[in-house]
């Protein structure tokens, strides 16, 4: 990954921010660089919303962020450059590196995308997990209670006890085992799928990651 250094000229940092304008934005630079969002805004050291309202024009950028901005299109012009000169070196036209380039950086944000979702569908599993062992605690006890119950007892607490019970086995119908499973099987398709992406994207020269 590229990285901004604070070892940049004052220069350096306006050139490169010059060079970002022509790039037509923000997110056209994201997209250059192949980074999603969440990846690029912690090169930048700002939060994921902030960049979202920027690449929109609703926000601006502190300055911290734009030095590092600037910094890292600097390292994006010479790695541009670089490739340039391999490509021309490899007889393929400019237009065929910019094609290539592009549906690399596509590639990698799907990827990337991919493997956030499945992140997260990881983070409900586990929640899921957690709650379904809670509920099936719950039910337990409120069986327990309801099966303890002397005979004697008012006819409502027998209603109001079922009733609980009825609603605890209904949460649980929503996070039981074959829930579970339904989710993981989520979970491995997206990551089938970001693998799927990583190989297709290494036929541009990119390494998988």
Known sequence: MLSAHSSYSKNTIMKGFRQFKKAQGIGATRLRLGMTQEVFAMELGISRSLLSLAELGKRSLPTFALAKLAALEVSLAGLETIRGAEAAAAGIQPEDQFDNDHAAALLHYKEMQCR??????????????????????????????????????????????????????????KCDIPAQN?????????????????????????DAA
């Open 116 to 173: 956030a979702n499945a992140d997260k569908k990881q983070w409900d599993l586990d929640i899921m997990i957690a709650r379904y062992g809670q509920l099936r605690t719950s039910l337990d006890e409120a069986e327990q209670l309801l099966a303890n119950v002397p005979g004697d007892m008012d006819n409502s607490y027998h209603c109001t006890m079922n009733i609980l019970c009825f609603s605890l086995r209904r949460k649980i119908s």
């Open 182 to 206: 339904a989710l993981r099987h989520k979970i491995a398709l997206l990551h089938a799928e970001a693998g799927l992406h990583a190989v297709n994207r290494s036929c541009y020269g990119k």
